[in-house]
Nanobody, 117 residues
Framework: QMQLQESGPGLVKPSQTLSLTCAISGGSITADYNYWSWIRQSPGKGLEWIGY???????RYSPSLKSRTSISRDTSKNQLTLQLNSVTPEDTATYYC?????????WGQGTQVTVSS
């Protein structure tokens, strides 16, 4: 059974960089044709797609976040990472990782991130 687990700081100051990790178990991050995505949900709003990394390392990002976002992977640790630069309070959200290009069949439980000074 595949499991995904997000982790990272719960509180980030404005203008800093948010870094999150998604640990994957029960499957390989390099398995053929798999997409691994990051999605967030701000308080009172719907799900927002951030981007994905394909099994071959190709990435794609939401146009609205592209200039501040980087998704990468550590194949030795079977982990997915998200970096979001220059955060503002509007980046306060629960962040999820998932298998699939825009979310899919497996999701982590989410990690809450608050941007505040």
């Amino acid at each position: 059974q595949m499991q995904l687990q997000e982790s990272g700081p719960g509180l980030v100051k404005p203008s800093q960089t948010l870094s999150l990790t998604c640990a994957i178990s029960g499957g390989s991050i390099t398995a053929d044709y798999n997409y691994w995505s990051w999605i967030r949900q701000s308080p009172g709003k719907g799900l927002e797609w951030i981007g994905y990394i394909y099994y071959n390392g190709v990435t794609r990002y939401s146009p609205s976040l592209k200039s501040r976002t980087s998704i990468s992977r550590d194949t030795s640790k079977n982990q997915l990472t998200l970096q979001l630069n220059s955060v503002t309070p509007e980046d306060t959200a629960t962040y999820y990782c998932s298998r699939g290009p825009t979310g899919g069949d497996y999701w982590g439980q989410g990690t809450q991130v608050t941007v505040s000074s």
